[in-house]
């Protein structure tokens, strides 16, 4: 299976500081159909998983443009520039490039 | 708008059974496959179940092939998840998910319903 190794687990900031959370791949994410199918959700807490990122890059309908991906092959970023109290919970990377889908262990975001 | 609404939980015996759904709306369901993904409490998201959007591909995370099954009723607009011999170790809040064309998957996901396996 796929190994996603997400830095830092545990991360602080300020309101308005930058922060950016790492998401390592065991495995190639580029698939043979030239997609690279890895997603990036929030968890606030008591809520379900909400979806932020999607194939790397893209940004999900009605999320802030605060918001950022990047990456590619086995090494992808999830950027927040500027962040906001609503943002705090657990981020997890996502893969959907091999069975099966796998997860990362989260990164809990703390505002200070 | 879309929704998703997952029921059928509860605290079940080990060993025992139960059968979660999802009741989709807000777009054509028989268009999309759907996903089923757990969460152990205090604990991470775990992907367990795949389904095609006509039910003709089937794919399961290995701690539950052969123990769970993903079904749906494109009728019903339902998405099902039938669980035999529990474990201890299923005792999970259940969501589903939607997937989506061109890799725009899990843009919506239900509030998820519980399982908790317990003697």
């Known amino acids: 299976d796929v190994v996603l190794t997400q830095t830092p687990s545990i991360l602080s900031a300020t309101i308005g500081q930058s922060v950016s959370i790492s998401c390592r791949s065991s495995?190639?994410?580029?698939?043979?159909?030239?997609?690279?199918?890895l997603y990036w959700f929030l968890q606030r807490p008591g809520q379900s998983p909400q979806r932020l990122i999607y194939?790397?890059?893209n940004l999900g309908s009605g999320v802030p443009n605060r918001f950022s991906g990047s990456g590619s092959g086995t090494d992808f970023t999830l950027k927040i520039s500027g962040v906001e109290a609503e943002d705090l919970g657990v981020y997890y990377c996502?893969?959907?490039?091999?069975?099966?889908?796998?997860f990362g262990s989260g990164t809990k975001l703390e505002i200070k | 708008e879309v929704q998703l609404v997952e029921s059928g939980g509860g605290l079940v015996k080990p060993g025992s059974s139960l059968k979660l759904s999802c009741v989709a709306s807000?777009?054509?369901?028989?268009?999309?496959?759907m996903h089923w993904i757990r969460q152990a409490p205090k604990k991470g998201l775990e992907w367990i179940a795949l389904?095609?959007?006509?039910?003709?591909?089937?794919y399961y995370a290995d701690s539950v092939k052969g123990r769970f099954t993903i079904s749906r009723d494109n009728s019903k607009n339902t998405l099902y998840l039938e669980m035999n011999s529990l474990r201890s170790e299923d005792t999970a809040m259940y969501y589903c998910?939607?997937?989506?064309?061109?890799?725009?998957?899990?843009?919506?996901w239900g509030q998820g319903t519980l399982v908790t396996v317990s003697s």
């Open positions: 998910a939607k997937a989506g064309p061109h890799g725009d998957w899990f843009a919506y």
């Open positions: 807000g777009f054509t369901f028989s268009s999309y496959g």
């Open positions: 389904i095609y959007y006509d039910s003709s591909n089937k």
């Open positions: 495995q190639s994410l580029l698939d043979s159909d030239g997609n690279t199918y």
């Open positions: 194939l790397v890059s």
């Open positions: 996502m893969q959907a490039t091999h069975a099966p889908l796998t």
